[in-house]
């Protein structure tokens, strides 16, 4: 049943994208875990994560093209599940959880603050988290959705956890045949999944708008073969740009948003990739965004390049955020003696620093605009993207390649992220994938325009700017944080209560 729960979880995610499924997941683990003994509930937890992350990370196994990554990744990530199933066994053994006029309340909220807590802190530690799975990823087409512009990814899952227990209470006052604290337990439910669309959500433009386009060059389906090709990746989206601008016509664009990794070789120390970016700008009549990896001594790191026809590179944005394990190898020599395929990652990826923004002067306007950058997985992460919007990012923009994941569901995952962080954060969003998926979305959360995969195309929006700040970026972390200090202070209540009940029993034993 906790496999099947599990599963059920993953099913609210893309590409089936069922999120009604998530509080009838949780509300099943919540009922299966409550009352039972502290490993019973590590075992249980343990084995919904493997129901989760099984299928939500198989996109780990197609980009290596072996198990071993998506093996490891499914179960560390399924022990933090093991650990709030550990947590929540205990708790829901106290005595204010266990009875009294208030308990029903006690469960519900507890319930909830210990699944935010295991999520925010498995999105977070080590080495920066992952955090694919939280349930707000899963809420890109859900009446939730709005709340994101208020609690951020953690208060959206802290919705969808509440409602999971309200489910779990009514199914409980059920099986006692309790009829009003049932009904009041699915009304609350239902009132909590349906009481976000009344929210407001700002969208409109507040500093104008910017024509941008987004280009997807495509790239072969034997990938790695692709780009052994010198400069075929690049050629593509020269080509692609080029053939855009024949569209649009000269003078009409703003900025040219190619995807990470559009460069084969790095156009600031490559000639031949330079004359291909410089015709594809000249082209466009616009500066052209560039994903290009640098190689500084025995690191690399992930850019964007603004390239200005007529000037050549200039600022760059570079990635704060690597990915542990696919970017780079923590504890290299240890994890070596259990597989050799760490070394499948010749050079590591170092973070970038200064600011999360880059500044591009829109040619068409003849003005300056700031854009708040996310490289690829950085998506996944709210404090990633709000420092660019607190530092005066208008838009949001996110290059990623998902050449390495090929047809798997991740480029659908990325995408609902997108949706997800365009209403925390107040701004339109342009994703540009090198094989797709490139999309357009709204502050809203609404894709408003996107390509097919393995497709060579291209998009142009006129994008509108914005400067305010949500209710979630104002907030920061301090939701995030307070939801970990409360899961904490939870779990140390029930490992004390029950260390006590043990030392009680085992007293009153010893006495007969």
């Excluded at 349930?135 to 208060?155: H, K």
């Excluded at 003005?367 to 404090?383: K, N, P, Q, S, W």
């Amino acid at each position: 049943m906790a496999l099947g729960a599990g599963l059920i979880l993953a099913a609210a995610f893309p590409p089936l994208g069922l999120w009604w499924t998530a509080p009838i997941s949780l509300a099943a683990l919540n009922l299966l875990v409550a009352g039972r003994g502290m490993w019973a509930g590590a075992g249980l937890g343990l084995v919904f994560g493997l129901g989760l992350f099984t299928p939500l990370l198989h996109f780990a196994a197609v980009a290596m093209g072996n198990a071993v990554g998506w093996a490891a990744l499914t179960a560390v990530e399924s022990l933090y599940l093991a650990a709030l199933g550990a947590g929540w066994a205990l708790v829901s053994r106290l005595p204010a959880v266990e009875e009294g006029p208030r308990a029903a309340l006690w469960r519900v909220t507890a319930f909830a603050l210990l699944w935010c807590g295991a999520e925010e802190l498995r999105s977070s530690w080590p080495w920066g988290g992952f955090p694919f799975g939280r349930l707000a990823f899963a809420m890109a087409d859900s009446p939730v959705l709005p709340f994101a512009a208020y609690g951020g990814s953690i208060g959206v899952g802290l919705l969808v956890a509440l409602s999971g227990g309200c489910l779990a209470e009514f199914v409980a006052q059920a099986r006692r045949r309790a009829l009003v604290p049932g009904l009041a337990a699915a009304a609350a439910a239902g009132t909590l999944l349906l009481s976000p669309l009344v929210l407001p959500v700002e969208s409109a433009p507040q500093d104008g708008a910017v024509r941008v386009a987004a280009v997807q060059g495509n790239v072969a389906e034997d990938f790695e073969d692709a780009f052994d090709r010198a400069l075929e990746v690049t050629g593509n989206h020269a080509e692609a740009t080029e053939q855009l601008a024949a569209r649009v016509g000269p003078g009409s664009l703003d900025v040219v948003v190619w995807p990470e990794n559009a460069a084969d070789l790095d156009p600031r120390d490559h000639p031949r990739t330079a004359a291909l970016v410089e015709g594809a700008a000249r082209a466009a009549g616009a500066p052209v965004l560039v994903g290009a990896v640098a190689y500084e001594g025995d690191v690399r790191y992930n850019d964007m390049v603004v390239w200005t026809p007529g000037s050549g590179a200039g600022d760059y944005y570079r990635k704060h955020r690597p990915v542990p394990f696919a970017e780079y190898i923590p504890l290299r020599d240890l994890v070596r003696r259990f597989s050799g395929q760490v070394d499948r990652i010749g050079t590591d990826m170092a973070p970038g620093t200064g600011p999360q923004t880059l500044t591009v002067r829109a040619a068409a306007q003849g003005r300056d605009i700031t854009l708040a950058m996310g490289i690829c997985f950085e998506v996944a992460y709210d404090d990633v993207l709000r420092e660019g919007v607190v530092q005066g990012g208008e838009l949001i923009v996110i290059p990623t390649n998902n050449a390495s994941f090929l047809h798997s569901s991740e480029a659908a995952q990325q995408l609902a992220q997108g949706r997800v962080q365009a209403v925390i954060h107040g701004r339109s969003v342009v994703q540009a994938s090198t094989v797709g998926i490139t999309a357009v979305i709204s502050p809203r959360g609404v894709v408003e325009q996107q390509t097919r995969p393995y497709t060579q195309a291209s998009l142009v929006a006129d994008v509108g700017l914005r400067t305010s700040l949500t209710v979630a970026d104002r907030l920061g972390d301090w939701p995030a944080r307070a939801a970990q200090v409360g899961a904490a202070a939870l779990a140390v209540v029930g490992i004390l209560v029950d260390a006590r009940r043990r030392l009680g029993r085992a007293l009153q034993s010893r006495r007969r």
